[in-house]
């Protein structure tokens, strides 16, 4: 069975400043999808940031990028330029076609005024 | 468009009632979930369905959980009789056919179950 594994339970980050959150997971497939979701209190599981394991070239969407070392079964979520409204739980999730998303245990994040 | 729609937000309740909970996918979606989770932790699979057929349901405590999606729309998860550890968010997501590799799930704003 797939794993994910996010070692960071808490993270904090001064507004503006840029954070890192790490996520590993363990699969002996070659082909997956890999997911970053925000979850703030309203409790709504938001899609940041996905990456097929097929692409070398890292996904970027605005101020979110990840760090995908495939060999290493490493996806990192980096915040570029973090605001108040970042403030909230991130899961990492992975994926197989076809099949359902497993998700690390999470991390919380907290953004400094 | 609408988003996935749950209901109730919030079910409060003594262990041994039953409950259950609703959820509206987005219109068009085939493939509907139900996940758990549990405070502190990231959500677990319940249930997965394409359209009306429930495809895995290897995770649901059959005991004790029950769904349903009878006309492949919408769907109801119960639980009865309900336990102390059954407190949890339930949430659902809808998606297109799950086997695309290029469908991506959409989650409601969840019910928050709290048994007492």
């Known amino acids: 069975a797939q794993t994910v594994t996010q070692s960071q339970p808490e993270m904090s980050v001064q507004e503006a400043e840029t954070v890192t959150l790490s996520c590993t997971y363990d699969t002996s497939e070659s082909d997956y999808y890999l997911f970053w979701y925000k979850q703030p209190p309203s409790r709504q599981m938001i899609l940041v940031i996905r990456?097929?394991?097929?692409?070398?070239q890292n996904a970027t969407e605005n101020r979110f990028s990840v760090n995908f070392q495939k060999a290493a079964k490493s996806f990192s979520l980096k915040i570029s330029d973090s605001q108040l409204g970042d403030a909230a739980m991130y899961f990492c999730?992975?994926?197989?076609?076809?099949?359902?998303?497993?998700f690390g245990g999470g991390t919380r994040l907290m953004v400094k005024p | 468009e609408a988003g996935v729609v749950q209901s109730p937000r919030y079910k409060i309740i003594e262990k041994k009632q039953p409950v259950a909970f609703w959820c509206n996918p987005i219109s068009g979606h085939n493939t509907l979930y139900w996940y758990r989770q549990n405070l502190g932790q990231g959500p677990e699979l319940l249930i997965r369905?394409?359209?009306?057929?429930?495809?895995?349901d290897s995770q649901l405590p059959k005991d004790r959980f029950s769904a349903e999606r009878l006309k492949g729309v919408d769907s109801t998860l119960k639980i009865q009789p309900a336990e102390l550890g059954d407190s949890a968010v339930y949430l659902c997501a809808s998606s297109g056919w799950s086997g695309s590799a290029n469908n991506e799930q959409f989650f409601g704003p969840g019910t928050r179950l709290t048994v007492l």
């Open positions: 999730a992975y994926r197989e076609a076809g099949n359902m998303l497993t």
């Open positions: 990456q097929e394991a097929y692409k070398q």
């Open positions: 369905y394409e359209n009306e057929e429930a495809v895995d």
